[in-house]
Nanobody, 126 residues
Framework: QLQLVESGGGLVQPGGSLRLSCSAS????????VGWFRQAPGKGREGISC????????YYKESVKGRFTISRDNAKNTVYLQMTSLEPGDTAVYYC???????????????????WGQGTQVTVSS
C-alpha cells in the first residue's frame, strides 16, 4: 500500500518561498498521478496542483499559477511543490496525494485522490 509523508512546511514571511516534499513508500510513485491539496482554517480542502504519472499534463488552481510549481523525482520516489511569492492567503495545511486512475489532473484536483499524506503546516505571516 502506498504511503505518503510530507515535509518542508513552516513559517515564512509574505513574499518568501518554501519547497514541500512528499516521500512515497510501499509502491512506485511513477505509476500514480500526484497532487497537492490544502485546507485553510474554517475552509474546505482544495486541490492546488496535480500532475499526471507521465508528467505530460498539469493542473494549477488559478490563484497559484505562476507562483507554485509541482514536480517529481521518480528516482527518489518523491513529489515536490515549489512555492514562491507566498501570501497570507496561502496559509493552510498542505497535503500530497496520489491516485492510479487515468482521469485528467484537473478532475483529480477537484475530486480528490485515493492516497493521502498526513499534511504539513504552512504559515505565511510577518
Amino acid at each position: 500500500q502506498l504511503q505518503l509523508v510530507e515535509s518542508g512546511g513552516g513559517l515564512v514571511q509574505p513574499g518568501g518561498s518554501l519547497r514541500l516534499s512528499c516521500s512515497a513508500s510501499g509502491d512506485t510513485l511513477a505509476r500514480y498521478h500526484v497532487g497537492w491539496f490544502r485546507q485553510a482554517p474554517g475552509k474546505g480542502r482544495e486541490g492546488i496542483s496535480c500532475l499526471t504519472s507521465t508528467d505530460d499534463d498539469t493542473y494549477y488552481k488559478e490563484s497559484v499559477k505562476g507562483r507554485f510549481t509541482i514536480s517529481r523525482d521518480n528516482a527518489k520516489n518523491t513529489v515536490y511543490l515549489q512555492m514562491t511569492s507566498l501570501e497570507p492567503g496561502d496559509t493552510a495545511v498542505y497535503y500530497c496525494a496520489a491516485d492510479r486512475s487515468r482521469v485528467s489532473p484537473a478532475t483529480l484536483c477537484i475530486l480528490g485522490m485515493d492516497y493521502w499524506g498526513q499534511g504539513t503546516q504552512v504559515t505565511v505571516s510577518s
